[in-house]
Nanobody
């Protein structure tokens, strides 16, 4: 599976962005997808995950009720809708694919996209 994240940018606090993760490869429809982020000087952290069918999702507490992950297997794309953005959401966001549904550890994912920068100004 090859992944490419896009949709990042500069937004004011309280604003919204939608990230996309376009995938290629026959196993995408059977893969669990996760979004992670990494701020400067910090470790990569889990943000959200969705199972292979798109029927189950899981979120980090810091983004719960603000972010929404969705999966369109027909388009081989996963989305991360981010609302009510805060300056602390500033990071490079990565999508990843793996075999374990709703996994949170970085090591659970085998394939990674290149990342897209999200900057939230106060």
């Amino acid at each position: 599976v090859q992944l490419q994240a896009s949709g990042g940018g500069l937004v004011q606090a309280g604003g919204s962005l939608r990230l996309s993760c376009a995938a290629s490869g026959r196993t995408f429809s059977s893969s669990a997808i996760g979004w992670f982020r990494q701020a400067p000087g910090k470790e990569r952290e889990f943000v959200a995950a969705i199972n292979w069918s798109g029927s189950s999702t899981y979120y980090a507490d810091s983004v719960k009720d603000r972010f929404a992950i969705s999966k369109d297997n027909a388009k081989n794309t996963v989305y991360l809708r981010m609302n009510s953005l805060k300056p602390e959401d500033t990071a490079v966001y990565y999508c990843a694919a793996g075999n374990f549904a709703l996994a949170t550890p970085v090591a659970s994912y085998n394939y990674w996209g290149q990342g897209t920068q999200v900057t939230v100004s106060s």
